[in-house]
């Protein structure tokens, strides 16, 4: 009597997680949001079933609905009755923001500077608590200068105080690092000169893959007055193999990470689901790092 049944259930975790494998494979989350949105649908009180499903349905093909441009408030009346709490983006220009991320994500490194990276609103990025103040040794300040050459023409040194995280946002997306327990969204696809850092000449840059470490947010001034802030991720890249179509198109065979550099949290193009295996190529047994990106629609 003195322990409620949730309580009760909290003593077998250990049994189910043995049982079931990690909480999040077979949580409810998802379900019990779907019922909140379904409990907003007004009814007559008959044939509510029936009524639940025309509506859902309703709804669903208005939002995939391309309507004329002079309509296009329809279309956000739809997405502001729905899209709430968790769900909700808090953005008017939605669809600005994303072909924006698309432009700084994908735009040759040389266009940088005249694109601007830094952070505005939390919808641009933005790191996830919990955060950690922290000081850059000087082997940082030097990698995060050659960062910010690809930004700025001149700016001014840099300070040594930054703020990191485990966990960024952007355009609504959540990237973990190997910080993460539950480290699966921590590897990514990025269009990022990775050789630059073994003193080697940069070409335009390509499709890369890596694993995030960390994340930090970090303010620049620029000719002493005007203050940017930007948000960067710290990547362990992986090579591409020389046999890396082995699975074909869809999936990137690469050597195990091993090179660190820091790109701006905008240039991150995808999550990616990941697999080291051990494959024979070429007659030969090797540890390999598998990668595909997970488009996302939004």
Known sequence: ???????HLH?????????????????????????????????????????FMKKFLMHQQAMALHLPTEYDFLLAMCREKHNSGSLHFGSSNFEDLIILCHKLAMSPVAMLKELDCSVHT??????????????MSSEMIEQ??????HLYSNFDPLAVEYTSSSRA????QVIHSVLVRTDKESVISANWPIMQIENQEMEDSCMQFGVVQCFLQHTI??????????????VKWAKPHPQQYWFGQSATVCEQPSIYSYIPLQRIASICAHANLELNLDGMLEKVFVVIPCIVTL
């Open 144 to 149: 995060l200068s050659r960062v910010y050459w």
């Open 11 to 51: 003593l077998h975790l250990k049994e189910i997680i043995l049982d079931y494998g990690p909480v999040y494979s077979f949580w409810c989350f998802s379900f019990e949001r779907l019922n909140g949105i379904l409990g907003d649908y007004y009814t007559n009180n008959q044939n509510i079933e029936v009524q």
């Open 122 to 135: 939390s919808s641009m990025g933005a790191l996830l608590p919990p955060f950690h103040t922290k000081f």
């Open 1 to 7: 009597q003195h322990c409620t049944v949730n309580m």
């Open 169 to 172: 946002s952007i355009a609504g």
């Open 221 to 234: 001034t620029i000719h002493q007055k005007d203050s940017r802030k930007h948000i960067f991720a710290l």
